[in-house]
């Protein structure tokens, strides 16, 4: 059975860190480009971070560059978002998906075109005082 199981979220200061991890299974990610994306109450899905299969590229949005880093470790089939500096606008529920890289032709397209086969239920980020 196909499973993503998001962890990591929680409530955090502005300013503060916090550690996605994104554990599969039933998939293999070694053949799919994955990425991070949120969805905020009333606002449609934004592609965070993506990073490829072939040679770790990476592609974060521009509202995140310099504070989000995503990573992947294929071996224990897991993807990371490591976030820094938050902002309250970080504030939504962060799930992980998953593309066969075939269907790719940049990462960069992944994430933009909001772009996902499957896809975990999330976990809530929230930044608040």
């Known amino acids: 059975q196909l499973q993503f199981v998001e962890s990591g979220g929680g409530l955090v200061q502005p300013g503060g860190s916090l550690r996605l991890s994104c554990v599969a299974s039933?998939?293999?990610?070694?053949?799919?480009?994955v990425g991070w994306f949120r969805q905020a109450p009333g606002k449609e899905h934004e592609g965070v971070s993506c990073?490829?299969?072939?040679?770790?590229?990476?592609y974060h949005a521009d509202s995140v560059k310099g504070r989000f880093t995503i990573s992947r470790d294929n071996a224990k089939n897991t993807v990371y978002l490591q976030m820094n500096s938050l902002k309250p606008e970080d504030t939504a529920v962060y799930y992980c998906?998953?593309?066969?890289?075939?269907?790719?032709?940049?990462?960069?397209?992944?994430?933009?075109?909001?772009?996902?086969?499957?896809w975990g239920q999330g976990t809530q980020v929230t930044v608040s005082s």
């Open positions: 039933g998939i293999t990610l070694d053949y799919y480009a």
């Open positions: 998906a998953a593309v066969p890289r075939r269907q790719l032709t940049t990462i960069q397209t992944m994430c933009v075109m909001t772009l996902r086969t499957y």
């Open positions: 990073i490829s299969s072939r040679d770790g590229t990476t």
